[in-house]
């Protein structure tokens, strides 16, 4: 299985448009040691011919330009893309689905709750269903593992299993409407199974890590996760107000808890932050925070990371 992280950054990106905090104004001024970033986007495929999406970012049209295999070579309208599998509703997971409205077969893998907030409750995804079969949407379950396939029904190798790891919906959704979902169906991880049997997983937005979550994860051959702030406090001291990072449904990576403690005794081969918010200090590779990411075995992900399951 092929594994691209086409965008690497949490919602906004990094520079974020209207951030002027200490990275967004020193990568700006070209003073800082660490790269910009696009706003999360995975890809993955069995052979190279056929990707499917893992959520679709809102920077997934210039994420496809840079992308030499997500281009079309079958045809005047074609794309090697097959599918979207969503982990949630948030806007930087779903906005990306309306750049993809122009007549592409497409199959949606995504919670019924999920479904029926983009497609039901928000006419604007009217669009992806213009004629008939444009898009095919793949009812999931937490806990039920299914197959990705191609727009034809074409068999990929590749199995997905969703895993609840959150009951919080996108502040967009009423509460009332909340109130009438699963909750059980809000924030999905996922691991993927390539078909030589390498297991990935993919945590983009996670707030605890159960026991049993920390059992599945040790079985992994490469791990994508929540790598969105330093600190559980981070937005709170910079603005002197606001959430914290597990109000915000994320695990923060250091300190008494965090991820880098929480999962130190982790035997995955390669661990990589993902959704990494423009005011990490981990971006800057330069500063003691990436070093102590680097010596306890994570990597921090960039624009352009391979694996190869």
């Known amino acids: 299985m092929l594994v691209e992280i086409l965008g690497s950054a949490a919602g906004g990106g990094f520079p974020q448009w209207n951030c002027g905090c200490r990275n967004c104004s020193a990568v700006r001024k070209g003073t ?47 794309s090697p893309i097959s599918g979207v599998v969503l982990t949630g509703a ?99 991880g996922l691991i993927l199974q390539s078909p030589s049997g390498q297991r990935l997983g993919y945590f983009p937005a996670i707030g605890e890590v159960s026991s049993t979550l920390l059992r599945d994860l040790d079985c992994l051959d490469a791990l994508l996760f929540d790598g969105t702030f330093w600190s559980d406090d981070e937005l709170v001291r910079l603005q002197g107000q606001g959430q914290t990072a597990r109000q915000m449904g994320h695990l923060a990576v250091g300190g008494e808890g965090g991820s880098l403690d929480l999962l130190s005794k982790l035997r995955v081969s390669r661990k990589i932050f993902v959704h990494i918010n423009n005011t990490n200090p981990i971006l800057d590779e330069n500063g003691p925070e990436y070093r102590q990411v680097r010596e306890a075995g994570w990597e921090v992900a960039e624009d352009g990371c391979h694996l190869e399951l």
């Open 90 to 188: 948030d806007l930087d997971q779903s906005l990306g689905l309306l750049l993809l409205r122009e007549l592409q077969p497409l199959q949606i893998y995504a919670t019924v709750s999920i479904r029926k907030i983009l497609r039901e409750d928000n006419s604007m995804f009217a669009m992806l269903h213009r004629v008939d079969d444009q898009a095919r949407w793949h009812d999931i379950e937490p806990g039920e593992s299914f197959e990705l396939v191609g727009p034809r029904g074409e068999r990929s190798g590749i199995e997905c299993l969703p895993l609840s790891v959150a009951m919080r919906y996108p502040g967009y959704v009423a509460g009332e409407r909340a109130a009438k979902l699963n909750p059980n169906e809000a924030v999905l």
């Open 32 to 78: 800082f040691r660490g790269k910009p970033r696009s706003q999360l986007q995975v890809a993955v495929s069995p052979d190279g011919g056929v990707w499917f999406l893992l959520n679709a970012s809102p920077d997934l049209r210039s994420q496809i330009e840079t992308s030499n295999f997500l281009h079309p070579r079958g045809g005047v309208r074609h």
